[in-house]
């Protein structure tokens, strides 16, 4: 079993807020994503982190930012928070090259009124 | 460019009998493919993958894959449904070498699972 755990796993929140979306591996992954899944569909990757201090803008553009200041963790924020913004939010990290699986959380289901 | 095709969105079988989820994948080097199970409100669950070793791959739960390079699939198969098997599934190539490890994914199956 994977140990990366995303809190919280459902939010509701009005339109307007800040909203930060957590995300931490205690299995000293190096690189580490997160992906936007819309009900029924697949996944988009919007960020990914190559080890501490490194971000990059994933395939699908996202109004959200990322940071990766600590190894295990690696938060994703909304500075104000629209409904275009609901989806759910899956968090992943994996260690060497290519050929290796990610591991994912059980993601957050972001609701915004 | 990498890219996955699942070839059906749905599918469902009865209890005990085999499950057959298709995948063609377009690589312009050998790939590395993965299948992964998401249950309801749940994150993803690697069930095997394949990295240019043997190519009939064995997972968790009872599936396998095989990878066939001349007809680009890796079809994912159980010899017997469980009611337990219900969820979506999806086929997943890796996006290139190097540092990055992207996952480009497939539009997922669902597989219902009838008693």
């Known amino acids: 079993e994977a140990d990366i755990y995303q809190t919280p796993r459902y939010l509701v929140i009005g339109t307007g807020k800040k909203i930060t979306l957590e995300c931490s591996q205690t299995?000293?992954?190096?690189?580490m994503y997160w992906y936007q899944q819309d009900p029924g569909m697949e996944l988009h990757l919007i960020h990914y982190?190559?080890?501490?201090?490194?971000?990059e803008k994933g395939d699908l553009s996202s109004e959200s930012t990322v940071s990766r200041i600590r190894t295990e963790h690696f938060p994703l924020t909304l500075e104000s928070a629209r409904p275009s913004h609901t989806s759910q939010y899956l968090c992943?990290?994996?260690?060497?090259?290519?050929?290796?699986?990610?591991?994912f959380g059980d993601g957050t289901r972001l609701s915004i009124l | 460019a990498q890219s996955v095709t699942q070839l059906d969105s749905h599918v469902s079988v009865s209890e005990g009998t085999p499950v057959l989820l298709r995948c063609n994948y377009s690589?312009?080097?050998?790939?590395?493919l993965f299948w992964y199970v998401q249950h309801p409100n749940k994150g993803l669950q690697l069930l095997l993958k394949?990295?240019?070793?043997?190519?009939l791959v064995k997972g968790i739960n009872g599936f396998e894959a095989e990878f066939k390079k001349s007809e680009t699939s890796f079809h994912l198969t159980k010899p017997s449904a469980h009611m337990s098997d219900a969820a979506e599934y999806f086929c997943?190539?890796?996006?290139?070498?190097?540092?990055?490890?992207?996952?480009?994914f497939g539009t997922g199956t669902l597989l219902a699972v009838q008693p």
């Open positions: 992943a990290s994996s260690v060497g090259t290519g050929n290796q699986p990610q591991h």
């Open positions: 394949y990295t240019s070793a043997a190519t």
């Open positions: 690589s312009s080097y050998s790939p590395s």
């Open positions: 299995m000293g992954h190096d690189k």
């Open positions: 982190s190559y080890g501490v201090n490194s971000t």
């Open positions: 997943v190539v890796s996006g290139g070498g190097g540092a990055t490890n992207k996952l480009i």
